[in-house]
């Protein structure tokens, strides 16, 4: 069964700052991975997607993450944090079978201070 | 192209109540999810639907909770009785194509809450 886990439910950066989010996976095949943005009383959205083409993967709002396979890693980073990036951020599994579920992390909940 | 609708918005019932949220998908996604999210987790699937059939319910309790989508459009969750550890948001996500690489869009949720 596949796994997420995000390290650390709260994160603190000022604006114009480094974001970074981390997320490790556990799956026994080839995974897909995700992550979502989910602002105050809204669903989710999707930021970026790994599908096993390019490792860094480029989404909306600047920003990527980088697929590494000896790490079983997914980080989120965004080179330069802006208030409006406060949120809740989850990563997400999935295998490549055709009847596969999302399995999210427990989230982290980014704070961007002045 | 609008999205993912839900309703209510919002909840409060007493335990040992029953309540039905209602999705209405994108036009035209044949698969349609319904998420259970509590306070501080991530979104757990309880049920998925292709077309008006189940696909995946393993984690729905069954003893309380059904969903149904019968003309494979628009579906309906339902609790019935509800318990207090029911209180969370209820979302209601669809995609265009079944599986892994699939990109799920999601409505805004219903928040529970059950006193």
């Known amino acids: 069964a596949q796994s997420v886990t995000q390290l650390g439910s709260h994160v603190s950066v000022s604006e114009g700052a480094l974001v970074l989010l981390r997320c490790n996976y556990s799956s026994s095949v080839p995974p897909y991975l995700f992550w979502y943005v989910q602002y105050p009383n809204q669903g989710l959205q999707l930021l970026l997607k790994?599908?096993?083409?390019?490792?860094l993967v480029k989404g909306i709002n600047g920003f990527e993450a980088e697929f590494k396979k000896s790490e079983t890693s997914f980080h989120l980073t965004k080179p330069s944090a802006h208030m409006s990036d406060a949120a809740e951020y989850f990563c997400a599994v999935t295998d490549t079978g055709t009847a596969s579920k999302l399995t999210f992390g427990t989230g982290t909940r980014l704070q961007v201070t002045l | 192209e609008a999205g993912v609708a839900q309703s209510p918005r919002y909840k409060i019932i007493e335990k040992r109540q029953s309540v039905a949220f209602w999705c209405n998908p994108i036009s035209g996604h044949a698969t349609l999810y319904w998420y259970q999210q509590i306070l501080g987790q991530g979104p757990k699937l309880l049920i998925q639907f292709q077309n008006n059939g189940v696909v995946d319910d393993s984690q729905l309790p069954k003893d309380r909770f059904s969903a149904e989508r019968l003309k494979g459009v628009d579906s309906t969750l339902k609790i019935q009785p509800a318990k207090l550890e029911d209180s969370a948001v209820y979302l209601c996500?669809?995609?265009?194509?079944?599986?892994?690489?699939?990109?799920?869009?999601f409505g805004p949720g219903t928040r529970l809450t059950v006193l």
């Open positions: 790994y599908t096993s083409a390019a490792t």
């Open positions: 996500a669809s995609s265009l194509i079944r599986g892994g690489s699939g990109e799920q869009f």
